[in-house]
Nanobody, 117 residues
Framework: QERLVESGGGLVQPGGSLRLSCAVS????????MGWYRQAPGKERELVAT???????NYADSVKGRFTISADNAQNTVYLQMNSLKPEDTAVYYC???????????WGQGTQVTVSS
């Protein structure tokens, strides 16, 4: 049983938009940080954006002003709205949450985002 299920990836042209969603299992308690990371071929996994339980947000410099992270507590879902996409945004995007109850991170299986004309 997957604890985090991502959706919304795909192929988009440069300048286009995509919205990623990550549904988090309610079996994970006391989540204080939710976020998105990405990994391009041959590169390290890197932080894209995070949102805390207090709704504080943090973004990588490369996505500031283009990406927006949000969370819906009622649906236990975290979103990443990606606008003005560039070819260098091409990567597998992973959802991540940290549970203070279990003291560990949880990862989704990843969703591919490809920006190409």
């Amino acid at each position: 049983q997957e604890r985090l299920v991502e959706s919304g990836g795909g192929l988009v042209q440069p300048g286009g938009s995509l919205r990623l969603s990550c549904a988090v299992s309610r079996s994970i308690f006391n989540i204080n940080v939710m976020g998105w990371y990405r990994q391009a071929p041959g590169k390290e996994r890197e932080l894209v954006a995070t949102i805390t339980s207090g709704r504080g947000t943090n973004y990588a410099d490369s996505v500031k002003g283009r990406f927006t992270i949000s969370a819906d507590n009622a649906q236990n879902t975290v979103y990443l709205q990606m606008n003005s996409l560039k070819p260098e945004d091409t990567a597998v995007y992973y959802c991540n949450v940290f549970s203070t109850f279990y003291g560990r991170n949880y990862w989704g299986q990843g969703t591919q985002v490809t920006v190409s004309s």
